[in-house]
């Protein structure tokens, strides 16, 4: 996936107040935004991930590192 | 103990194969009512065979999603059985998502299982062939999600919110026939199900659903007990009614 694509398609699945990231942005995950981040890493990437998986995640760039970073282009 | 008889009563319970749907099971059988279990998961629902207490059971392996098939499946077994006198609505299907994150098919296939399939099976058992002149009983399990909101259970509330609504039209529909339509609302109970969503939620947010149960998670047998007294002739005025199993949930 394009990264471009990619911040677009987080924003909007993960509905974050700030509507331009790019690999540096923070992330700050609510409850509620895991269960969201859980359902975009299924549906975009085929990841099935757990809470417990994501707990650690507080950037984009951690986030993309977490899906693989050959998954980007 | 003296507990409510089921004896020469036949009972089919969908989601046999685990959780609560199989404790009722065995409790039905321990009761003297002889079974059919409905589930997806062949192994499964042997594992549950395996635990009654010997009668005339049998399994039936059904995907309810596929609601069309249901009505020629089930109608070859239950002629073999003649009268059905309980029905345990007990499959259900869970999904913890916020609004932003939920689907149509979501929608779709929460409700075909939770609530459409249910209510199939419930007009099939109805019918004059299968619906004893003595009257039956039918149970939906429900949930207290169906009273109380739930951020991330948008879909999963909706199911048994038409679970609840559906029965007391249902209860009244049925009355002539002399057959109950009850509801049972459990609050989280231990099972595989809810294990696994419980694997997909920050640690904290399990220890706050936790507090809200004065008396901590129930056990499938809890709501088994409340099935057998609703199948049981104990229980023969209460109708259209939901029984509310939940530790202490829905006090607060």
Redesign the interface.
């Known amino acids: 996936m394009r990264k471009e694509e990619f911040y677009l398609k987080l924003v909007d699945g993960l509905d974050l107040d700030d509507k331009e990231i790019n690999e540096n942005s923070a992330l700050h995950l609510t409850s509620l935004m895991h269960l969201s981040l859980i359902s975009f890493l299924d549906e975009n990437f085929g990841i099935r991930a757990k809470a417990i998986d994501l707990k650690d995640i507080d950037s984009v760039a951690k986030l993309m590192s977490f899906i693989g970073k050959e998954k980007f282009e | 103990m003296k507990t409510f008889s089921l004896e020469n009563k036949n009972v089919l319970i969908t989601g046999a194969s685990s959780g609560i749907g199989a404790a009722c099971s065995i409790l039905c059988s321990v009761s003297g009512a002889n079974v059919i279990l409905i589930g997806r998961n062949q192994e499964r629902l042997d594992q549950t065979l395996k635990n009654l207490k010997p009668g005339n059971h049998t399994k039936l392996p059904v995907d309810l999603l596929n609601v069309e098939g249901i009505e020629k499946t089930l109608e070859e077994t239950l002629k073999k059985y003649g009268k059905i006198h309980g029905f345990i609505h007990s499959a259900g299907l869970d999904i913890?998502?916020?609004l932003?994150?939920l689907r149509h098919i979501d929608y779709q296939t929460i409700f075909d299982t939770n609530v459409i399939c249910g209510f199939e099976i419930a007009r099939i058992l109805s019918k004059r062939q299968f619906s004893p002149i003595d009257g039956a009983s039918y149970i939906f399990i429900a949930s207290v999600m169906g009273l109380a909101g739930v951020?991330?259970k948008i879909a999963y509330s909706a199911s048994k919110g038409a679970l609840l609504a559906g029965c007391r039209s249902m209860a009244l529909e049925l009355a002539a026939k002399k057959i109950r339509v009850n509801c049972i609302s459990p609050a989280i109970v231990r099972t595989e199900l809810v294990n696994k969503l419980f694997?997909?939620?920050?640690?904290?947010?399990v220890e706050k659903i936790k507090s809200m149960h004065p008396l901590g998670f129930g056990t499938p047998d809890d709501i088994a007990n409340g099935c057998v007294y609703l199948l049981s002739d104990e229980a023969k005025w209460i109708t259209g009614s939901n029984l509310v199993i939940d530790g202490g949930y829905s006090c607060q």
């Open positions: 913890s998502r916020p932003n994150s951020p991330a694997n997909d939620l920050p640690e904290e947010a």
